[in-house]
């Protein structure tokens, strides 16, 4: 059956429903209320100010009708109850004017105003109920849809579309749970009896989409690794120790089991697909550098993508130093980089003279070709777009791969954004490093923060002061900066180098300024969230971040992450006067995994990274922040699925069903 089809739905009501993202009548029965309005019968006495009730009563006065202009008017009566009259307005609902004569029993469901005694009535029933509580379903809707107008056109889709609703869930699971069959569940949630049977058809529907998406998943992970044959690289394990035994520290346990997980992948036979995650300053970039040299003795090129300049060299400078006295050739490529130096860098890549390079969206420039490229790392991956990871993939013949991510994520999230790849976790910090200090202060206590900055600054300790978060395209970003330049002026211009970076500058400035903030040039630096990722100055021990209830809590944990990178004591002030309970987590934990969780809960998936990432999963019924014991069930029914014998062309008809829906 065809949207078209469905009674009542004409051509204007099409449009308006596509304009909805309804284009099939399986969107439309699967277009799920975003809410319930739970309506009890009750009386004016027992109902507070702004809720909905259900009241039985007779008209006692003559509707009078207005109208506003065409196709909207508002009818005005009013109903005497049992504990009282009341008046009721309506709108849209002249027709019912001669059905309510004076004396008139009627049922009506509406929002009480106790102030004005007015219920605000979304319906009126000209014979009475005959069960105390309503649920009432609330859609999102467009203008020219009404809230009535979208249940009836479900209600029609599920009577006509008999036999047309695909159903994901194997008969094998849908007896181990008992669930009820899909068309009764779609019934029910439209139309709830009662919460009881609402929470049953929730949990069975909500079941289905994470079980189908979980199925689709694990499938295609298996259909990789079949296809993608890898390399299988020999390394030489004994001149990787060797090189580990040379570094002025002593790998984490986290990071030693990392290193164990890639050389694993790098060996067998299909081709590595992995997240190396970890928290601020935990040590990923060590793992990474360890990979590209295990790749480098296995006789294959590395590329390693950054989001930025500022990162990249930073790369390609820790590279030179860690690599120093061992034959490795590393190149950097950038847009900085001149037009003579990427003619060479080119060539040399080319001809396989270069063992890694690390650079920009520069490496996956169409001039830029590889001899036999093995290993791909792209780090704080989620910057980048698909298309521009599979750009540097698709350079060489099947490479290994490698995302890094100092953004961590919930487990609940990472099961399914990140359900393809194997996880790498790097949970434990670097020995020496001390516990970030938090502290909570409000703008009145400003003098405190300044004497708490000048403690640092006379050690000869560094500090970053960010501005409030404003979107780049504001022209009031400068302004904040600027204003907060002159306070730190002000009380610190006469003894200490003050500057500011914000994003609308030219890289090459940013560059400049980064550099002499690295060198100790410049003691205070202002920013905006810029500096959020991979900066790595060891010498700043203090973080102040003005207006912090601005900020996600993800943010402002990357943030602090960046200090603390030294044997230093370190400390973040976050000023706010909104003294919520989000801040005081920051206080409370410096773990990256507990506090992404939180924000997890508070924000939702679509914004931990700051904006929507493109090609982000959405549900239309499952909710990961209070549906993760479904989730973690329905993954692992779907992996046993996957390896169950029977049901063999049931499963085939499941993997053409949900590869293409």
Same mark, same amino acid.
């Given at each position: 059956m065809a949207l078209k089809d469905v009674k009542g739905i004409g051509a204007r009501s099409l449009l308006l429903l596509n304009k909805l993202g309804i284009t099939s009548v399986d969107d439309l029965v699967t277009h799920y209320p975003f809410r319930y309005d739970i309506l009890k019968r009750g009386s004016l006495l027992e109902t507070e100010d702004g809720e909905h009730i259900i009241i039985d009563g007779r008209v006692?006065?003559?509707?009078?009708?207005?109208?506003?202009?065409?196709?909207?008017?508002?009818?005005?009566?009013?109903?005497?109850?049992?504990?009282?009259?009341?008046?009721?307005?309506?709108?849209?609902?002249?027709?019912?004017?001669?059905?309510?004569?004076?004396?008139?029993?009627?049922?009506?469901?509406?929002?009480?105003?106790?102030?004005?005694?007015?219920?605000?009535?979304?319906?009126?029933?000209?014979?009475?109920?005959?069960?105390?509580?309503?649920?009432?379903?609330?859609?999102?809707?467009?203008?020219?849809?009404?809230?009535?107008?979208?249940?009836?056109?479900?209600?029609?889709?599920?009577?006509?579309?008999?036999?047309?609703?695909?159903?994901?869930?194997?008969?094998?699971?849908?007896?181990?749970?008992?669930?009820?069959?899909?068309?009764?569940?779609?019934?029910?949630?439209?139309?709830?009896?009662?919460?009881?049977?609402?929470?049953?058809?929730?949990?069975?529907?909500?079941?289905?989409?994470?079980?189908?998406?979980?199925?689709?998943?694990?499938?295609?992970?298996?259909?990789?690794?079949?296809?993608?044959?890898?390399?299988?690289?020999?390394?030489?394990?004994?001149?990787?120790?060797?090189?580990?035994?040379?570094?002025?520290?002593?790998?984490?346990?986290?990071?030693?089991?990392?290193?164990?997980?890639?050389?694993?992948?790098?060996?067998?036979?299909?081709?590595?697909?992995?997240?190396?995650?970890?928290?601020?300053?935990?040590?990923?970039?060590? #793992?990474?550098?360890? $990979?590209?040299?295990? =790749? +480098?003795?296995?006789?294959?090129?590395?590329?390693? !993508?950054?989001? &930025?300049? %500022?990162?990249?060299?930073?790369?390609?400078?820790?590279?030179?130093?860690?690599?120093?006295?061992?034959?490795?050739?590393?190149?950097?490529?950038?847009?900085?980089?001149?037009?003579?130096?990427?003619?060479?860098?080119?060539?040399?890549?080319?001809?396989?003279?270069?063992?890694?390079?690390?650079?920009?969206?520069?490496?996956?420039?169409?001039?830029?070709?590889?001899?036999?490229?093995?290993?791909?790392?792209?780090?704080?991956?989620?910057?980048?777009? #698909?298309?521009?990871? $599979?750009?540097?993939? =698709? +350079?060489?013949?099947?490479?290994?791969?490698?995302? !890094?991510?100092? &953004?961590? %994520?919930?487990?609940t999230y990472a099961l399914t954004i990140y359900g393809d790849m194997d996880v790498s976790t790097i949970k434990t910090r670097p020995k020496g490093r001390k516990k970030i200090k938090t502290i909570l202060k409000k703008e009145t206590e400003i003098k405190d923060v300044l004497t708490l900055m000048y403690e640092e600054l006379k050690q000869n300790h560094q500090i970053y002061v960010i501005a409030p978060l404003i979107e780049e395209s504001e022209n009031s970003d400068l302004t904040t900066v600027n204003e907060l330049k002159d306070k730190m002026n002000l009380a610190f211009g006469k003894k200490f180098k003050i500057n500011l970076v914000h994003g609308k500058m030219a890289s090459l400035q940013k560059d400049l300024i980064m550099k002499e903030f690295s060198e100790n040039k410049v003691q205070i630096l202002i920013s905006t969230t810029v500096i959020e990722v991979g900066v790595d100055v060891p010498n700043a021990t203090m973080m102040v971040i003005f207006d912090a209830e601005r900020f996600g809590l993800s943010t402002l944990h990357q943030l602090r992450g960046r200090v603390g990178r030294s044997d230093l004591q370190s400390s973040c002030v976050l000023i706010s006067n909104d003294d919520t309970k989000r801040l005081h987590i920051m206080e409370e934990t410096n773990d990256g995994f507990e506090i992404s969780e939180e924000d997890f809960k508070l924000r939702g998936h679509g914004d931990l990274f700051g904006t929507k990432q493109s090609g982000d999963m959405t549900f239309k019924i499952a909710d990961l922040r209070v549906d993760y014991k479904i989730l973690l069930q329905a993954k692992k029914d779907s992996e046993e699925y996957l390896l169950r014998q029977e049901d063999e062309s049931l499963k085939q008809e499941l993997i053409k069903s949900i590869i293409h829906s």
């Open positions: 006692e006065s003559s509707p009078i009708l207005v109208r506003f202009k065409a196709g909207l008017n508002k009818m005005n009566f009013r109903l005497l109850t049992a504990t009282g009259p009341v008046g009721v307005s309506i709108f849209n609902r002249a027709f019912l004017k001669s059905h309510l004569a004076v004396g008139t029993a009627i049922t009506v469901i509406g929002k009480f105003d106790k102030k004005k005694n007015v219920i605000t009535a979304s319906e009126i029933k000209l014979e009475p109920l005959s069960n105390k509580v309503k649920i009432e379903p609330v859609y999102h809707l467009t203008s020219g849809i009404t809230n009535k107008n979208m249940a009836t056109f479900i209600n029609m889709a599920l009577l006509g579309n008999s036999g047309e609703i695909h159903d994901f869930i194997p008969t094998y699971y849908q007896e181990k749970y008992s669930f009820s069959s899909k068309r009764m569940a779609l019934n029910i949630v439209h139309n709830p009896p009662s919460k009881e049977k609402l929470k049953e058809a929730s949990i069975r529907l909500k079941y289905e989409e994470l079980f189908a998406f979980m199925f689709k998943i694990n499938y295609l992970k298996e259909e990789n690794k079949k296809k993608n044959a890898g390399l299988e690289k020999k390394v030489p394990k004994d001149k990787i120790e060797e090189f580990i035994n040379t570094l002025p520290f002593e790998l984490t346990e986290d990071q030693k089991k990392s290193v164990q997980d890639i050389l694993h992948d790098m060996e067998g036979r299909g081709r590595m697909n992995r997240l190396l995650q970890g928290d601020v300053g935990s040590g990923k970039t060590i #793992v990474s550098f360890i $990979a590209m040299y295990a =790749n +480098k003795l296995a006789g294959y090129q590395s590329a390693l !993508m950054a989001p &930025t300049e %500022i990162l990249a060299t930073q790369h390609y400078q820790g590279l030179l130093s860690f690599f120093s006295k061992f034959d490795v050739k590393v190149s950097l490529l950038t847009g900085s980089t001149t037009k003579k130096e990427k003619d060479k860098i080119y060539k040399d890549l080319k001809d396989g003279v270069i063992d890694i390079v690390v650079g920009t969206h520069a490496l996956i420039q169409e001039d830029v070709m590889y001899h036999n490229l093995g290993l791909v790392i792209t780090d704080e991956q989620h910057r980048f777009g #698909v298309n521009q990871r $599979a750009n540097l993939q =698709n +350079k060489g013949q099947k490479p290994d791969t490698l995302y !890094m991510s100092a &953004t961590p %994520i919930p487990r």
